[in-house]
Nanobody, 125 residues
Framework: QVQLVESGGGLVQAGGSLRLPCAAS????????MGWFRQAPGKEREFVAAIASSGGSTDYADSVKGRFTISRDSAKNTVYLQMNSLKPEDTAVYYC??????????????????WGQGTQVTVSS
């Protein structure tokens, strides 16, 4: 069982930055691939970024590539999403998730086993 707690959300102006930490419970953090997803009002939840269990591979949605960076700190059992050059269309609830699939990055939501409660990010124009 893994519990995930996101934080770091808030209100920011367009062009600004935020860093979202997601703290994971348990001693098996390194066995999980991790991902970030987001859901805007009236839209389906969508993939944002993923990092393999080893931390050696990352993947990004085209809409955030070059602006967002996913990373993980095994000593702190935490995965981060650094968001730069934020745009109003980045406004959403951001969720982190853990997948038992190891050795690769995971985009498909159905392959994630545990989810956090989400944190709101609002980007004003």
């Amino acid at each position: 069982q893994v519990q995930l707690v996101e934080s770091g959300g808030g209100l920011v102006q367009a062009g600004g930055s935020l860093r979202l930490p997601c703290a994971a419970s348990g001693r098996t953090f390194n066995m999980y691939s991790m991902g970030w997803f987001r859901q805007a009002p009236g839209k389906e939840r969508e993939f944002v970024a993923a990092i393999a269990s080893s931390g050696g591979s990352t993947d990004y949605a085209d809409s955030v590539k070059g602006r967002f960076t996913i990373s993980r700190d095994s000593a702190k059992n935490t995965v981060y999403l650094q968001m730069n050059s934020l745009k109003p269309e980045d406004t959403a609830v951001y969720y982190c998730a853990a997948s038992r699939v190891v050795g690769t990055v995971v985009r498909a939501q159905a392959l994630y086993n545990y989810w956090g409660q989400g944190t709101q990010v609002t980007v004003s124009s």
